[in-house]
T-cell receptor, first 114, second 114 residues
Framework: DQQVKQNSPSLSVQEGRISILNCDYT??????FLWYKKYPAEGPTFLIS?????DKNEDGRFTVFLNKSAKHLSLHIVPSQPGDSAVYFC?????????????FGKGTKLSVKP | EAQVTQNPRYLITVTGKKLTVTCSQN?????MSWYRQDPGLGLRQIYY???????DKGDVPEGYKVSRKEKRNFPLILESPSPNQTSLYFC?????????????FGAGTRLSVL
């Protein structure tokens, strides 16, 4: 059973507009959440993270929101740029767990049109 | 330049022929990990290592072996590859078990088993 779900395989946005990527999780023990970005023929790169003690974390054009009661997080990119076109993976971990490995979602492919 | 290097980048082999995918990092990282990425399944962890001579199974370890004889290297071994191991493989490293969530990924190895 998938513990981290990204239900939108793809998203297309116009340059300059907001991109909103969504992620849901089922494991209530998850307490740390991350977004990774992946370009074709490259490995994923860390983008932004949030601890469960916060509900928002911002880094430049990227903001992650966490709604613990809904077990939902989202990544907002404002304004979107063509260079943001990539696959975005949501990931979660149970920091306090004995194993605590990262669990990834399936990814959402973002296309930003000029 | 800080990096995680995987070799080879592309590999076509036949069922049953043992192969090794090498992974090396130059950041003196303690934690290393192997993932596979399959269409519709996202990234799934195969094995991880918290430090030299310390390895443990991830979510999909069947059919794989690893070793961690020195800090910088973490090879992935397929003793008898099968077609269901056709996949895109990523090696990753992070500073330590405590920092395991923020991982640096290699560029990937695309493996086809015929």
């Amino acid at each position: 059973d998938q513990q981290v779900k990204q239900n939108s395989p793809s998203l297309s946005v116009q340059e300059g507009r907001i991109s909103i990527l969504n992620c849901d999780y089922t494991n209530s023990m998850f307490d740390y959440f991350l977004w990774y970005k992946k370009y074709p023929a490259e490995g994923p790169t860390f983008l932004i993270s949030i601890s469960s003690i916060k509900d928002k974390n911002e880094d430049g054009r990227f903001t992650v929101f966490l709604n613990k009661s809904a077990k939902h997080l989202s990544l907002h990119i404002v304004p979107s740029q063509p260079g943001d076109s990539a696959v975005y993976f949501c990931a979660a971990s149970d920091e306090g767990g004995s194993q605590g490995n990262l669990i990834f979602g399936k990814g959402t492919k973002l296309s930003v049109k000029p | 330049e800080a990096q995680v290097t995987q070799n080879p980048r592309y590999l076509i082999t036949v069922t049953g022929k043992k192969l090794t995918v090498t992974c090396s990092q130059n950041m003196n990282h303690e934690y290393m990990s192997w993932y596979r990425q399959d269409p519709g399944l996202g990234l799934r962890q195969i094995y991880y290592s918290m430090n030299v001579e310390v390895t443990d199974k991830g979510d999909v370890p069947e059919g794989y072996k690893v070793s961690r004889k020195e800090k910088r290297n973490f090879p992935l071994i397929l003793e008898s590859p099968s077609p269901n191991q056709t996949s895109l493989y990523f090696c990753a490293s992070s500073l330590s078990w405590v920092n395991k969530n923020i991982q640096y990924f290699g560029a990937g190895t695309r493996l086809s088993v015929l």
